[in-house]
């Protein structure tokens, strides 16, 4: 494979490119192309395109059939260098970046668009944003100085190339979409609802849950307005200050088994129901919008659809066509095994060198077999569980795997005194708020969700403090070096399957589908095997730490849980 080329879309849909040398700057002239697609088509000797954004650029390649094997996505690594600097926040467009090189005012990002429900992904069209490709080829070569300032060059390369390449993925995802059977989609819609009324309304069974719930309460209830709810509890004499599932199961009140039966249905009919069904799968196919890096630790969102959040039964209408197969992936307790790698701590590392139960191994090794107690032990030291149970449990994690816990102790510690802290290959957190102010202590979404209620932090009802932010960094270098690990997976496994006809189709944290041919399935499976180990020993170093999928080949997606 040949090496780098450099280029900008020009007007009229053509090119501009340039092939540069080892050392990043132009090696040749400049050429004038009149059709941006033939001029990369042509070039199959190219071993990586650097271009403005795979948003502008490879959709226009996907529509001709043109696949490339590598990018560089100029940028996708202004975010992360941004981040890696402590500026955050700042304008991340190409335009910007050059801006910033000549002292000039620096223009705002364009916001962002929403998706288009039912149609190839707003996010991969071509942009309106024109930049000269001399003004890139500065910006370029000012990014790979800024990479070898990095605190570790190496890894903070490999992490743009890595978040490159899931450009890509993300884009060819989009394009070939999740296999969605409509047909299936409405059955299960039926047995869960009912019947659907005229004029929009609710449907039948969400309607004879509203009239159970309002009979509990003795008069009218909306079991869709929250506040209805609190007000009608606490008429009846109990004090709820939300409608979350946990607080709503610690209620010994007949309204409660209606009300919960309502919300989990509810949440079917608004997020995944026959609008939804209608908007968002076209073709037999839902053609999400995926945006790697979506969250500030690495993990990949969606604009628009949910597609990250498809609830089990609703699984059941993901089909793979006739005679191929949904090859569905679950890398196994992913982020202990990260946790061991990044603290290189001997004994959790060979815990985590075998591809059987984890946290079995762990409480042989530390919990007297009690295996509930070394999960509860690992996870708190990760999301920072410091009260009951937990404090106990992390004592005793604490005096068999030292430089694990001391791995993350200190990354709390940073964060309690406003410090950054990185992933293990660079991606670093977002700078730490001002005293005082009330925004969850700039915690991410996803990060509050997850931290277990029972270690003493509420989702959503933490404060700005530095006990809170402690928590985030904590486990931000856990969950961001997974995330890292997943690029770097994503990428050899698309490497890996690029002569098959199978299609990466989905992929969320820790989860991955592959639709492919049943005669391919086989092949498939030993490819997301290969490529999780191969993204260890890349990602990590070489350690003892086995990185093993659970794996289901199966005809429809609910089958494989």
């Given at each position: 494979?040949g090496?780098?080329?450099?280029?900008?879309a020009?007007e009229g849909?053509?090119?501009?490119?340039?092939p540069?040398g080892?050392?990043g700057?132009p090696s040749g002239?400049?050429?004038e192309?009149?059709?941006l697609v033939?001029a990369v088509r042509s070039r199959?000797?190219v071993g990586?395109w650097v271009?403005r954004?795979?948003a502008?650029i490879h959709?226009?390649l996907?529509a001709?059939g043109?696949r490339?094997e590598?990018?560089?996505?100029?940028?996708?690594?202004?975010?992360?260098?941004l981040?890696?600097e402590?500026?955050?926040g700042?304008?991340?467009?190409?335009a910007?970046?050059?801006a910033r090189l000549h002292n000039?005012?620096v223009?705002p990002?364009?916001?962002?668009?929403a998706a288009?429900p039912?149609?190839?992904?707003s996010?991969?069209?071509p942009?309106p944003?024109t930049v000269?490709?001399?003004?890139?080829?500065?910006?370029?070569?000012?990014?790979?100085r800024r990479?070898?300032?990095?605190?570790?060059p190496?890894?903070m390369?490999l992490?743009?190339?890595?978040?490159?390449a899931?450009?890509l993925v993300?884009a060819?995802?989009?394009?070939?979409g999740l296999?969605?059977r409509?047909?299936?989609?409405r059955?299960v819609?039926h047995?869960?609802?009912g019947e659907?009324y005229?004029g929009?309304?609710?449907?039948?069974r969400?309607?004879?849950?509203t009239?159970?719930?309002?009979?509990?309460f003795g008069?009218r209830?909306?079991?869709?307005?929250?506040?209805?709810?609190v007000k009608a509890?606490?008429?009846?004499?109990?004090?709820?200050?939300?409608?979350r599932?946990w607080?709503?199961?610690?209620?010994?009140?007949?309204a409660?088994?209606?009300?919960?039966r309502y919300k989990?249905l509810?949440?079917i009919?608004?997020?995944h129901?026959w609008?939804w069904l209608q908007?968002?799968v076209?073709d037999?196919?839902?053609?999400p919008?995926?945006?790697p890096g979506g969250?500030?630790?690495?993990?990949w969102?969606?604009?628009?659809?949910?597609?990250?959040?498809?609830?089990?039964?609703?699984r059941r209408a993901?089909?793979?066509?006739?005679?191929w197969r949904l090859?569905?992936?679950?890398?196994d307790?992913?982020?202990p095994?990260?946790?061991?790698?990044?603290?290189?701590?001997?004994?959790?590392m060979e815990v985590a060198?075998?591809?059987?139960?984890?946290?079995?191994a762990?409480s042989?090794?530390a919990f007297?077999?009690d295996?509930?107690?070394?999960k509860?032990?690992?996870?708190?030291?990760?999301?920072?569980?410091?009260?009951?149970?937990g404090l106990?449990?992390?004592?005793?994690l604490?005096r068999?795997?030292?430089?694990?816990?001391?791995?993350v102790d200190?990354?709390?510690?940073?964060g309690?005194?406003?410090?950054?802290?990185?992933?293990?290959?660079?991606?670093?957190?977002?700078r730490a708020?001002?005293?005082?102010d009330?925004?969850e202590?700039?915690?991410?979404?996803e990060t509050?969700e997850?931290v277990p209620?029972?270690?003493?932090?509420?989702?959503?009802?933490?404060?700005?403090n530095a006990r809170a932010r402690g928590?985030?960094?904590?486990?931000?270098?856990v969950?961001g070096?997974?995330?890292?690990?997943?690029?770097?997976m994503?990428a050899?496994?698309r490497?890996?399957t690029?002569a098959m006809?199978?299609e990466?189709v989905?992929?969320?944290h820790d989860?991955v589908?592959?639709?492919?041919?049943?005669?391919?399935a086989?092949d498939?499976?030993?490819?997301?095997?290969?490529?999780g180990?191969?993204?260890?020993?890349?990602?990590?170093?070489?350690?003892p730490?086995?990185?093993p999928?659970?794996i289901?080949v199966?005809?429809?997606y609910s089958?494989?849980?």
């Amino acid at each position: 494979m040949g090496g780098r080329w450099a280029l900008a879309a020009a007007e009229g849909g053509g090119a501009r490119l340039v092939p540069l040398g080892p050392d990043g700057l132009p090696s040749g002239p400049v050429l004038e192309e009149p059709d941006l697609v033939e001029a990369v088509r042509s070039r199959p000797e190219v071993g990586r395109w650097v271009w403005r954004s795979t948003a502008e650029i490879h959709p226009r390649l996907l529509a001709a059939g043109v696949r490339v094997e590598r990018c560089y996505d100029i940028e996708d690594a202004e975010l992360l260098l941004l981040g890696h600097e402590g500026r955050l926040g700042e304008p991340r467009s190409a335009a910007a970046a050059w801006a910033r090189l000549h002292n000039a005012p620096v223009p705002p990002d364009p916001p962002a668009r929403a998706a288009e429900p039912g149609s190839q992904s707003s996010l991969f069209e071509p942009q309106p944003v024109t930049v000269p490709l001399e003004a890139l080829l500065e910006v370029y070569a000012e990014q790979q100085r800024r990479h070898e300032a990095a605190e570790h060059p190496g890894r903070m390369r490999l992490l743009t190339a890595a978040e490159s390449a899931g450009m890509l993925v993300a884009a060819e995802m989009s394009r070939a979409g999740l296999p969605w059977r409509a047909d299936v989609h409405r059955e299960v819609l039926h047995e869960l609802l009912g019947e659907r009324y005229a004029g929009g309304g609710e449907p039948r069974r969400l309607a004879e849950l509203t009239e159970e719930v309002s009979a509990a309460f003795g008069r009218r209830v909306r079991p869709d307005l929250p506040a209805d709810v609190v007000k009608a509890f606490a008429q009846a004499g109990v004090k709820v200050s939300s409608t979350r599932h946990w607080e709503l199961a610690e209620i010994d009140h007949p309204a409660v088994e209606p009300l919960i039966r309502y919300k989990k249905l509810y949440r079917i009919w608004t997020a995944h129901g026959w609008g939804w069904l209608q908007n968002w799968v076209r073709d037999g196919r839902f053609r999400p919008e995926y945006l790697p890096g979506g969250t500030v630790s690495g993990r990949w969102t969606t604009n628009g659809g949910g597609a990250l959040q498809i609830p089990k039964v609703i699984r059941r209408a993901v089909v793979a066509d006739e005679g191929w197969r949904l090859v569905v992936a679950d890398a196994d307790q992913m982020e202990p095994r990260v946790l061991a790698a990044i603290s290189r701590d001997r004994g959790l590392m060979e815990v985590a060198g075998h591809d059987g139960d984890l946290y079995t191994a762990l409480s042989d090794r530390a919990f007297a077999g009690d295996r509930a107690h070394a999960k509860l032990a690992l996870l708190g030291a990760v999301y920072g569980q410091t009260s009951g149970d937990g404090l106990k449990n992390l004592a005793a994690l604490r005096r068999r795997f030292p430089r694990a816990v001391a791995y993350v102790d200190d990354a709390a510690k940073a964060g309690e005194e406003g410090r950054l802290v990185r992933t293990w290959l660079g991606r670093t957190s977002p700078r730490a708020v001002g005293a005082g102010d009330d925004d969850e202590a700039g915690i991410p979404q996803e990060t509050l969700e997850a931290v277990p209620a029972e270690g003493g932090f509420t989702p959503g009802h933490a404060s700005a403090n530095a006990r809170a932010r402690g928590r985030f960094t904590r486990n931000f270098v856990v969950q961001g070096s997974a995330a890292d690990w997943a690029l770097v997976m994503l990428a050899a496994l698309r490497r890996a399957t690029s002569a098959m006809r199978a299609e990466l189709v989905f992929f969320q944290h820790d989860e991955v589908i592959v639709h492919c041919p049943a005669e391919e399935a086989e092949d498939v499976t030993e490819a997301i095997r290969s490529a999780g180990e191969l993204a260890g020993r890349i990602a990590f170093g070489e350690t003892p730490v086995r990185f093993p999928f659970t794996i289901a080949v199966v005809e429809r997606y609910s089958d494989a849980k």
